[in-house]
């Protein structure tokens, strides 16, 4: 089976940093995919993740390590606007994306 | 350059009756995939096709199909719509042989 977990909310404060966890259980895996889905819009495109290690891309971070079927995203620097649902997606190579339920996070003054 | 888009934005609809959403994928972009959102959850995969052939198919019933055109547009159809539809129904188009997936607006579908 498929199977994504990452926690359901999340709050932190404007400034700060934030890590949001994902753990995966595929029958593949060609790829790790970080969405950010503002309430009512469409997912828009952060990381993506094929072999383990970091990837930095200005305040965002996404690390995968597929030996233990986990990644982050991690977040500095937070702002307001930062406030949306964050989406991990498999890419394993049956179905183009089995995603996780989501974390909705809030970033407080 | 255009991106993904989706008509209708919204649709009410009634218990039984059928609809169809439609999508026209990023230039260059041969491969359509169609997701249902419910609402505080993650999008889950319906169908993919590319080259007008459907490559793949999620755990739904047989009131959904989809289809692709030359144009490499798709639609997405329902019918015997229930309650539990109501849903943003997201498409997404890719370049065919890669992973990255490119999502439309959403169409916001209400069954009521």
């Known amino acids: 089976g498929q199977n994504i977990d990452q926690p359901t909310e999340m709050t932190a404060t404007e400034g700060a940093i934030v890590q949001i966890n994902c753990t995966y259980q595929?029958?593949?895996?060609?790829?790790l995919f970080w969405y950010q889905q503002h309430a009512g819009e469409a997912p828009t495109f952060l990381s993506y993740?094929?072999?383990?290690g970091l990837e930095e891309k200005g305040r965002f971070s996404s690390f995968l390590s597929r030996s233990k079927g986990y990644s982050y995203l991690l977040l500095k620097e937070l702002q307001m606007k930062d406030s949306a649902s964050y989406l991990c997606?498999?890419?394993?190579?049956?179905?183009?994306?089995?995603f996780g339920k989501g974390t909705r996070l809030s970033v407080i003054a | 350059d255009a991106g993904v888009t989706q008509s209708p934005t919204h649709l009410i609809k009634t218990r039984g009756q059928h609809v169809t959403l439609r999508c026209s994928p990023i230039?260059?972009?041969?491969?359509v995939s169609w997701y249902q959102q419910v609402l505080g959850q993650g999008p889950q995969f319906i169908f993919q096709?590319?080259?007008?052939?459907?490559?793949g198919r999620g755990n739904f019933p047989d009131r959904f199909s989809a289809r692709q055109f030359p144009n490499y547009s798709s639609e997405l159809n329902v019918n015997a719509l229930l309650l539990g539809d109501s849903a943003l129904y997201l498409c997404?188009?890719?370049?065919?042989?890669?992973?990255?997936?490119?999502f439309g607006p959403g169409t916001r579908l209400t069954v009521l």
């Open positions: 997404a188009s890719s370049l065919v042989g890669t992973n990255e997936q490119f």
């Open positions: 096709y590319y080259e007008k052939e459907e490559r």
């Open positions: 993740n094929v072999l383990d």
């Open positions: 997606a498999v890419y394993s190579g049956n179905t183009p994306l089995v």
């Open positions: 230039s260059g972009h041969k491969s």
């Open positions: 595929t029958s593949g895996f060609n790829g």
